[in-house]
Nanobody, 112 residues
């Protein structure tokens, strides 16, 4: 069974930075990060293909950077200039030929 293990969440002040990591137990064609704030639906933050093509939500463009290390089967999310509205549980997503796989989530809290 595929496992995705996230790390790096926490509490940070507005304007600060955090780096999330997610290690997969298998090879993923696409890896990404989604987030879900209380009362909201889960939304895409950023994703990256094995070849390095990236997609970002408009709300994080210019502030967040997604990257991956294929040898380590790990995806990263560097989050800069964090805002209180970035507060959410962040979920790692990995997609392979079997479908979508999810991590358990890591909480990011941005204080004003």
């Amino acid at each position: 069974q595929v496992q995705l293990v996230e790390s790096g969440g926490g509490l940070v002040q507005a304007g600060g930075s955090l780096r999330l990591s997610c290690a997969a137990s298998g090879i993923m064609l696409i890896m990404g990060w989604y987030r879900q704030a209380p009362g909201n639906q889960r939304e895409l933050v950023a994703r990256i293909t094995g070849g390095g093509t990236t997609t970002y939500a408009d709300s994080v463009k210019g502030r967040f950077t997604i990257s991956r290390d294929n040898a380590k089967k790990t995806v990263y999310l560097q989050m800069n200039s964090l805002k209180p509205e970035d507060t959410a549980v962040y979920y790692c997503n990995g997609r392979n030929l079997e479908g979508d796989h999810w991590g358990k989530g890591t909480l990011v809290t941005v204080s004003s």
